[in-house]
């Protein structure tokens, strides 16, 4: 099952935001990247569907996994969007 929107919430600096950056990217996933950092907006979003201030934050079709590394992201993504 292919997701239909995919938003990712990185601080820039965030070593764990790069990792899922790269883990996408190298699967072909689309996504769109939101600066926590310089983006208030994204940031007061994050919180809200997070509950929390960490990054990354990754949203996938209304499911939410937060602060996350790469072995949390593999596991969320195939019990979601894998078959």
Known sequence: MKPERVKLYIKPYCPWCHEA????????????????ISDPTAFKEMIDISGQTLAPVIEVDGKVLADFDTRQLEKFWKENFSG
């Open 21 to 36: 950056i790269a883990w996408l990217d190298k699967r072909g996933i689309k996504y769109e990247l939101l600066d926590v």
